[in-house]
């Protein structure tokens, strides 16, 4: 019974998680989705690469008072440089 809760908790996390990842390409749109996906506001917002992938992380202040952080993927293209 507990594992089948398990299973729905991160089932309902991963589906949450998703429309962030599948459509975020500037870091902008990726912080107005995770805000209004987690109903809080915009913090800061910074763009990091690591190698050739670049990560949006997004803080975030809840309307509970809690700070947390989301990475979205960037999906869009490195700029050559």
């Known amino acids: 019974m507990k594992r089948r809760k398990l299973q729905m908790v991160g089932l309902m ?11 975020a390409v500037s870091l902008d749109e990726a912080a107005k989705k995770a805000a209004r996906q987690n109903d809080a506001k915009v913090l800061s917002a910074r763009t990091v690469e690591k190698g050739n992938s670049r990560t949006h ?6 309307k509970k008072g809690v700070v947390k952080t ?12």
């Open 13 to 23: 996390l991963l589906v949450l998680w998703l429309p962030v990842t599948a459509f």
């Open 57 to 62: 992380e997004i803080k975030l202040l809840t």
């Open 70 to 81: 989301v990475r979205v993927p960037d999906k869009g293209k490195k700029k050559k440089r």
